[in-house]
């Protein structure tokens, strides 16, 4: 990173914390999370947490869970060799953990668990976050929280009765850089935000192309049918779907634009207040195939709302970038665009967050590059209004012990996730489309709702 663009320091301190409500000029309100769950529980106490889904992306949850000093007692994957790679990895902290294969039986003969940590392929996070609010346990779901728009509002409504806290894992949410460009658009530093740009490069997953039509033997100790759970049945084929390559498929996940929506839009629709897009444009190459577009362009379109005008959000991935003119004067600061971004411009200035949220570089109409907002003047005239925390897992474990409230419950999680989703239902009718999200419709378009509201295998339900 270029010596100018120096991050900016990012407070660690650990404070009562308050959720903003819509906007950061919004009604704040602090609602201890043991009153919600009926129970108090005690900052001292030590929970007991289960870890579904034993791929790469879980086990700095299971480190940093035992960093904390809480108890893993669970470790459950159809996979058994991803239960054995993360039982090697964690060693000692893991040796005692109880191990299925079957998320209904752990949830059966847990008796003292209180928390679930999900990282499952896509599609599996509905039905196991729905099985864990029904047994009353705190959870955290990797993002997008699910898999069709449909489990979204669903899952959205469910959780609002849940007896646990719940927590969508867009880390940068706990950014001090967040909540700083929060506070600075929230004051009016950048003036009225009109267009976000957000970009994302090309991707190793499969894209812009269908299945295999061969298959290769099931792998030892994998339960394959198991693996696709609510999607079609397909042969497995290696290095194909599981691990990790699951993402680019349209039965298991949604490409780069569920992976990334809920960490780049994040800002953005907090800041902004942004309900759904009434419109949503797409280019792209390679798609209308099983898999996710070779390369695409998202265009939401948000009406005007409040105070605040109408605002365009572009998502670019696997090549496609934003136009020059629009980021000249950050390739300039930089001497080069760098490979992730998330630029939000206004009729002041211009915000770059980058792609998780967690950059605060700012530049003034009237200056010539970006500075770190901790760095710039004007900027640190703005006072902070929003507590920081240490983490985003950590202020999950705080509420679940009791602690104030988190920033990214299910309700926010599902919302990013359905606006994410409806760019990619977009992508996958290969149309621009009107978007009705109340509703979950798109008006005049019914074969659409077969991909809103997808049927699924219920064998493993």
């Known amino acids: 990173m270029n010596p100018q663009l120096a991050s900016p320091a990012i407070p660690s301190t650990r404070r009562s914390f308050l959720k903003t409500v819509s906007t950061v000029t919004g009604s704040l309100l602090i609602l201890p999370s043991g009153v919600l769950r009926g129970q108090a529980r005690k900052p001292g106490d030590k929970l007991n947490v289960a870890f579904i889904g034993m791929g790469n992306q879980i086990q700095g949850h299971v480190g940093q869970i035992l960093q904390l000093g809480h108890r893993v007692v669970a470790l459950c994957d159809v996979d ?3 239960i054995a790679g993360s039982q090697k990895r964690h060693g000692e902290g893991a040796a005692k953990a109880a191990v299925y294969a079957d998320y209904r039986v752990l949830f059966d003969k847990e008796k003292s668990l209180d928390a679930v940590v999900i990282a499952t392929p896509d599609h599996w996070h509905a039905p196991i976050c729905r099985a864990a609010i029904q047994a009353g346990k705190h959870i955290y779901c990797e993002k997008p929280l699910t ?3 449909g489990e979204a509002r669903q899952l959205r409504e469910l959780s609002k009765s849940s007896k646990g806290v719940t927590q969508t894992g867009n880390q940068g949410s706990a950014s001090g850089n967040l909540r700083r460009s929060m506070e600075l658009i929230g004051a009016g530093f950048f003036g009225a935000i009109t267009e976000i740009h957000a970009w994302h490069p090309p991707h190793g997953w499969p894209s812009g192309v269908d299945r295999p039509t061969d298959s290769d033997p099931v792998p030892a ?18 290095g194909t779907y599981h691990p990790v390559n699951w993402r680019g498929w349209y039965d298991f996940g949604s490409g780069s634009v569920g992976d990334f929506c809920c960490h780049a839009f994040n800002l953005p629709v907090r800041a902004l207040d942004l309900d759904h897009p009434v419109k949503i444009e797409i280019s792209g190459t390679d798609l209308g195939k099983e898999s996710f577009a070779k390369a695409c362009t998202v265009r939401y379109h948000f009406p005007a709302r409040g105070k605040r005008g109408p605002v365009l959000l572009n998502f670019y991935t696997g090549g496609d970038l934003p136009p020059e003119d629009v980021t000249a004067s950050l390739r300039n600061s930089t001497g080069n665009l760098p490979g992730t971004g998330c630029l939000l411009i206004g009729t002041k200035g211009q915000l770059q967050s980058g792609l998780w949220n967690s950059d605060c570089y700012v530049k003034l109409n009237d200056e010539k590059r970006f500075f770190g907002a901790d760095n710039h003047a004007a900027a640190k005239e703005v006072p902070q209004s929003l507590p920081r925390v240490k ?7 705080d509420a679940c012990l009791g602690g104030p409230k988190v920033f990214s419950d299910f309700d926010f999680g599902g919302h990013l996730t359905e606006i994410g989703l409806a760019g990619v239902l977009a992508l996958r009718l290969q149309k621009n489309i009107d978007w009705d999200g109340a509703k979950l419709q798109v008006p005049g378009m019914p074969e659409a709702d077969r991909l809103i509201h997808s049927e ?5 339900l």
């Open 80 to 82: 058994a060799g991803q």
């Open 147 to 149: 898999h069709t728009l």
């Open 221 to 238: 100790g994998l339960d394959w049918d198991f693996w696709l759970g609510t999607a079609p049945v397909r042969p497995f084929k290696s």
């Open 391 to 397: 983490g985003h897992l950590d202020e999950w474990v």
């Open 456 to 460: 699924a295998r219920t064998k493993y």
